[in-house]
C-alpha cells in the first residue's frame, strides 16, 4: 500500500481491501498505517503556531499540484447541481463530476510528471478522494484517500519537508459534504482542518478554545486560522447554535488549551475508538446475522460484554454470507487489542456493548415471534435510544476519559438522561421523514401502538382515501417526538449555566452581555414551534390539544429565555 518508494518498482492499482474490522485491524497493524499516521504527525507539526497568511516557499511542484486542484475546483462551476427534490440525500450531478474526474485522472497526472507507470496507482486515491459515486456521500474515509494521494507524492520524491508548511496552508482543499455523518461525528464535514486549525492555535495569546462562540472572533480571524474557519462555514449553513448542531465541537470547547485538543486529535485516529468500533461491529454481525438459531443469537448478545474478554475467543458459526464473518473468525485479536487499552476504556466499552447487547437481543426476539420491528412507543424509545443514543453515550465517555471533553460539563450530568434524549429526539425525527423511504425497503420504523389507531396497516397511510387519518397519524407522531423537547431545553439550561460557573467571572459576564448559545436556541425552538401551531388548526384531530399544550410549555421556555 502508498506504493514502493523507487520509482522504477512495480506499481498495483489500490483495490478496497478493508472490508471487514478484521481487515482494519490488519491495517493498524501494518507499516503502511504507521507510515500514513507519521506523515500526518509531520503535517501537523509543520504549522504550529502559524497563520494561513504566513510566508510560504511554494516549489514548482507545489505549485503544480495547486493548479490540478483549481482544475478540479473548477468542474463544480462546470457541473451544477440537478433538481432533486425526491431526495434528502446526496445530489446526482455528483456522479457527472466524479466521472469527469476520473476520466481526466491520468492526464492531470501527467501534468505532474509522474512516472507513467505509478499513474494508474496513485490516480486511484486522487478519483476517490472527492466522495463515493454510489452513495453521493463523503466521509473521513475520503480524506484518507486524499493523504495517501500526497503521501504518495512524497514516496516518488515529488514532495518533500520543506513542502510541508505550503502543502497545509496554501490547500484549501476541504468540501461541503453530501450528507450529515451523524449527530456523534466530529462534523459533517473534514476531520483534518480541525486538527491542522488546533495546532496552528497552539500558543496564541488571545484566541481560547472557547472563542468559537464568540462570533466577532470568528468572524476576524477565520481567514487566517483552519479551525475557525470551519466554525464559521457551519454556522454558515446551520440555523441553530454550535450546542445543538455541533454537539462534539462545542463540548471539546470546553478543553483549555488548543495544545491538548490537538494532541487529543491525533489520538483519536488510534486505538480507542477504533476497538470501540470493532467490538461494536463485531455485536452487529452476529444480531444481523438471520442464520443463526434465535437462541445461540441471543445467548451471544447477552454475553458479548464479556466475550471481549476471554483471550482466544473466536466465532465460526456466522452463515457463509454474512459480510463480516471473517471479523468473528479471528475476534480474538480485536480482544488482544482490547485488553491492552486502560482499564478506564475497557470499562466505558463493556457498558456500552452490555447495554446494546442487551437491546438487539431483545427486538431480536421480537422479530423472531411476532415479525415485527417496533410494536409499542416504549420500544420506539429504546430503539431510538440505542440506535442513536448509546453510541454516542459511548463516544463522549471515552473522549472525557481522554480529557477532550469536559467531564464536569458533562460528567456531572447522568448521560443516559442527557445525551440519550437528544437522541432519541433527532432519531424520532428521522423516523417521520423518512416514512416512505423506510417502506420501500421494507422497514417498519413507526410504532404499531400509533400507526394501528388510524389504519390496519402501515402503508394503507400513503393511500389517498386515508389522507386524514394520514394527517392525524402523522400530528401523532409528531406530538411523540416533541412531548421530549421540554426535558431537552431543561438539559441546555442545566449546561449552559455549569459552563458560566466553570469560567472566570469576568467572562461569564462578558458572554451573558454577548448572549449565550442558550438564548440563540430558544429564538431557533420558538421560531418552529410556532410553525407547529400555525398548522395545528384541526380541532378534530385527536392529537389538537395535547400538541398545543406542549407548544405553549416550550414558547413559554422559549420566551422567558430570551426575554432574561
Known sequence: MFMATDPSSSFTVPKRKILTKEDLQRFQESPAFHEYLAFIERLNESIKGLKLSTDCVLSQVVQNIIDVLDIVNSYCEEIPPVRNEKSRFGNPAFRDFYDRVNNTAAELHENLSIPPAAIP????????????????????????????????????????????RSIVLRFQYWLEPAGSHGVWGLDDYHFLPFLFGSSQLIGHKYIRPKSIHDKDVVEEYSKEYMYLACIKFINSVKTASLQWNSPMINDISGVKTWNKINEGMIKMYKAEICLFYLVLRGLDTIEDDMTLPIDMKIDLLLRFHKIIYERGWNFTSSGPNEKDRQLLVEFNVVIEEFLNLEEKYQIIIEHITQQMGQGMATYAKQAAENNLVIDTVVDYELYSHYVAGLVGVGLADIFIARGLLDSKIIGNINNQETIGIIGIFLQKENIIRDYSIDLRENRK??????????????????????????IYCLSDMIYDAIRRVPEILAYYEKLDNKRVIEIRKGLAVKLLLKSTNIKDIAEIYLKYTNEILDKNKDELDPNFTKINNVCIEIKEWCQKTIDN
Open 121 to 164: 496507482e496513485i490516480s486511484r486515491y486522487f478519483v476517490e478522494c472527492w466522495g463515493n459515486r454510489k452513495r453521493i456521500d463523503y466521509g473521513t474515509g475520503h480524506e484518507a484517500n486524499f493523504i495517501a494521494w500526497l503521501l504518495c507524492l512524497e514516496k516518488l520524491g515529488f514532495i518533500g519537508l520543506d513542502d510541508y
Open 445 to 470: 420504523y413507526w410504532p404499531k401502538e400509533i400507526w394501528s389507531r388510524y389504519v390496519n396497516d402501515l402503508r394503507d397511510l400513503s393511500k389517498p382515501e386515508n389522507r386524514t387519518r394520514a
